[in-house]
């Protein structure tokens, strides 16, 4: 299975943006639905965005629809997540992970923590002025 890692973090004042990024070395992207979960300290991991495993639909949570974009770029075999608009309570360590089906995966919901694998060890993202 893929060892993901994600990339991307850092420090930026609220409304900058941030870009995430997330590749695997081992297996590959391409055949796996691709979820950003993001945990806060104190708080439980929580689902953030999700895209499909065949025809890259995506999934956003509420509170970051407009904000945040996910995307695939097969040729390179990475996951992003364009972050823009960020504000304090975005702060929380990144993570990305694979789906856990058997087959194709259609991103309807918020990705579930438990439904995913292969977590990397996550980038932090710190919002801040």
């Known amino acids: 299975q893929p060892r993901l890692v994600e990339s991307g973090g850092g420090l930026v004042q609220p409304g900058g943006s941030l870009r995430l990024s997330c590749k695997a070395s081992?297996?590959?992207?391409?055949?796996?639905?691709i979820g950003w979960f993001r945990q806060a300290p104190g708080k439980e991991r929580e689902g953030v965005s999700c895209?499909?495993?065949?025809?890259?639909?995506?999934f956003y949570e509420d509170s970051v629809k407009g904000r945040f974009t996910i995307s695939r770029d097969r040729a390179s075999d990475t996951v992003s997540l364009q972050m823009n608009a960020l504000d304090p309570k975005s702060s929380a360590i990144f993570y990305c992970?694979?789906?856990?089906?058997?087959?194709?995966?259609?991103?309807?919901?918020?990705?579930?923590?438990?439904?995913?694998?292969?977590w990397g060890r996550g980038t932090q993202v710190t919002v801040s002025s």
């Open positions: 992970a694979v789906d856990g089906a058997l087959g194709p995966y259609h991103c309807l919901a918020s990705p579930s923590p438990g439904g995913f694998r292969s």
């Open positions: 081992g297996v590959g992207l391409r055949s796996y639905a």
């Open positions: 895209i499909s495993s065949d025809d890259d639909t995506t």
